[in-house]
């Protein structure tokens, strides 16, 4: 069975850092491109980043490039999300998911990442 | 980056009739690279259509794509208790992939 799980969300001030991890299980997490995709407290879905299967190809949305590094283990089967300059507009629910062409099939049950003094 | 806009913003529908949720593109969106996911509250989106048409597994009949170009439209009928939930289109045409803001189906 495919399952995602995150972890590594929490309580950050504004200007700091976290790490967020996805572990995969029932699959070669090696074969596929991963996303990060958030969702703000009550707000809508927001693509956040990709890495291709190899770990070598990663894209960024525009808003966040320069302060996130996503990258992965597939040692593992683990993806990661690393986050820096961290933002009140970060906070909400980050979420792993399996690429499929572009869409996403099978999703993690998300981390919350919570900036605030 | 491509912009989606969905409509309605809510939709209210009571049990057994038919929703229609429309998502338009700022502009074509290519080789109808466009997915419909729904979410539950308090859990993750679960992806429902992908290839503006085409069901995922385990997705019933009931849900139907429909659409290409800017304009697309998911469609549900017979709506049960657990069809009630937020809606959202996603275009994977072009870096970066956008979603719609969602369209929330209620119970009337």
């Known amino acids: 069975d495919v399952q995602l799980v995150e972890s590594g969300g929490g309580l950050v001030q504004p200007g700091g850092s976290l790490r967020l991890s996805c572990a995969g299980t029932?699959?070669?997490?090696?074969?596929?491109?991963m996303h990060w995709v958030r969702q703000g407290p009550g707000k809508g879905l927001e693509w956040v980043s990709r890495i291709n299967g190899e770990g070598n190809v990663t894209t960024y949305a525009g808003s966040l490039k320069g302060r996130l590094s996503i990258s992965r283990d597939n040692t593992k089967n683990t993806l990661y999300l690393q986050m820096f300059g961290l933002k009140v507009e970060d906070t909400g629910v980050y979420y792993c998911?399996?690429?499929?062409?572009?869409?996403?099939?099978?999703w993690g049950q998300g981390t919350l990442v919570t900036v605030s003094s | 980056e491509i912009v989606l806009t969905q409509s309605p913003d809510t939709l209210s529908l009571s049990p057994g009739e038919r929703a229609a949720l429309s998502c338009r593109a700022s502009q074509s969106v290519s080789s109808s690279y466009l997915a419909w996911y729904q979410q539950q509250p308090g859990q993750p989106p679960r992806l429902l259509i992908f290839?503006?048409?085409n069901r995922a597994t385990g997705i019933p009949d009931k849900f139907n794509g429909t659409g290409s170009g800017i304009d697309f439209t998911l469609t549900i009928s017979g709506l049960e208790p657990e069809d009630f939930a937020v809606y959202y289109c996603q275009q994977y045409a072009s870096s970066p992939y956008t979603f719609g803001q969602g369209t929330k189906l209620e119970i009337k």
């Open positions: 998911t399996r690429g499929a062409g572009g869409y996403f099939y099978g």
């Open positions: 290839g503006a048409s």
């Open positions: 029932g699959f070669n997490l090696s074969r596929y491109w």
